[in-house]
Nanobody
Framework: QVQLGESGGGLVQAGGSLSLSCAAS??????MAWFRQTAGKEREFVAALSWNGSRTYYGNSVKGRFTISRDNAKNTVYLQMNSLKPEDTAVYYC??????????????????WGQGTQVTVSS
């Protein structure tokens, strides 16, 4: 049974840092990603990583501040978030794609999702 479990969310002041983790169980995936969502808005692409780590992709709003990485031995993906802004406040979700879709910024191509973890950035 495939499961994705996020951890690491919390409350931080603007300019601070947080690190999120997503542990995958059941199998490995061709691509892992992070999305975020706030109430009343669509789920937003944050970052994605091919499972061999050769390619990373970032949403424009986080480029240069967030870093996605993985530890294959632990089957875990991380999201290091630096220089956080109040507009980064959202529920962050881990997602897994087993088909290596071209449209990796779209939530619909992902097969599995974690339960989400809240990140709140105070001004």
């Amino acid at each position: 049974q495939v499961q994705l479990g996020e951890s690491g969310g919390g409350l931080v002041q603007a300019g601070g840092s947080l690190s999120l983790s997503c542990a995958a169980s059941g199998r490995t995936f061709s691509r892992m990603a992070w999305f975020r969502q706030t109430a009343g808005k669509e789920r937003e692409f944050v970052a994605a990583l091919s499972w061999n780590g050769s390619r990373t992709y970032y949403g424009n709003s986080v480029k240069g501040r967030f870093t996605i990485s993985r530890d294959n031995a632990k089957n875990t993906v991380y999201l290091q978030m630096n220089s956080l802004k109040p507009e980064d406040t959202a529920v962050y979700y881990c997602a897994a794609d087993q088909r290596f879709s071209t449209y990796f910024t779209l939530p619909s191509v992902y097969d599995y999702w974690g339960q989400g973890t809240q990140v709140t950035v105070s001004s």
